[in-house]
């Protein structure tokens, strides 16, 4: 990096900075910056769908099919279809903290539901709580199938109103306290049990994205699947992806994209 680092100074002061960077430095220190420039940006559907093998699915089943290398039953299917209608039922605008465009779609709702059943995981973790539909999702599966346990993490204390005081005693919910918030965070994801399944939904900066993504993968078990909404946000699922050679399912969900990766199978 030395003499790298020699003539990008010289070419700095010759031409100016942006053309030191574009034109005279090698590979290795261009690919740097533009990783560094990467952070503030976002990814755009062409690059995200150069990570996948099938591209980006327009719908639930066929990108879990990819994701878990298997055929979802109808029966599950029409289940979790049964399932999603009543609790799309329970929403009552006036009743909410938060705007209804901050709950997870539709597609994501099945994907959610179809991994809890089908993975039959003991332990459901998710960031990003808000009034609880992903919750609500991941909890009737977890019920439904009589497995696992859930842990939901948030940073207010008013979230997860779609929630019974009944159903609120069926999970744990955490909240990151300010000025501790990484530290909790990683005090909760280090439980000696590992996760079966990781859902991502709640700070989409870059620098957050990037260590849910690295404490989740890190404490997830071997076939656990890490979930992340809002992959498009930022660069860090396309790091993430790229640091442990993963090859993501995408779901393209009218404005945003949900990615999963499964850990063992890439
Ligand atoms: C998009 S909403 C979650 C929606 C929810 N998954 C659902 O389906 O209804 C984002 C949530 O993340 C929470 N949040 C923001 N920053 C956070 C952080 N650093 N850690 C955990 N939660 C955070 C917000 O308070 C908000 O409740």
Known sequence: MGPTLDRVIKRTREDGLRSAVLYSAPGELQSLVRRRIRRFLRPSLTELAAMTA??????????????LDTQIEDALLDEASVTL???????????????PAFQVGIGSRLVLYILAAMLRPNV??????ADGMSTL?????????????????????????????????????YRLPPGHRRAKLR???????????????????????????????HRLADGGVLVSDDVDV??????????YSLTPSLLFEGTKVVGAVQKGSS
């Not at 099938?54 to 994701?67: A, D, F, N, T, Y």
């Not at 209608?85 to 705007?99: E, G, I, M, Y």
């Not at 930022?234 to 790229?242: E, N």
């Open 54 to 67: 099938q591209g980006i699915h327009r719908s639930p089943k066929p990108m879990v099919e990819e994701l």
């Open 187 to 217: 005090e909760l994801l280090a439980s000696p049990r590992e996760i079966d399944l990781f859902l991502h939904d709640s700070s989409h900066s870059f620098a957050w994205q990037n260590l849910e993504y690295e404490l989740a993968w």
């Open 137 to 173: 999702v991941l909890l009737e599966a977890l019920k439904h199938h009589e497995h696992g346990s859930l842990t939901s993490i948030d940073v207010r204390k008013d979230v997860a109103r779609l929630l019974s005081s009944e159903e609120l005693e069926q999970i744990s919910l």
């Open 85 to 99: 209608d009543k609790l799309a039922s329970r929403v009552v605008d006036n009743q909410l903290a938060f705007p």
């Open 234 to 243: 930022s660069y860090a699922f396309v790091f993430f992806c790229d640091k």
């Open 124 to 129: 459901v973790v998710e960031t990003g709580v």
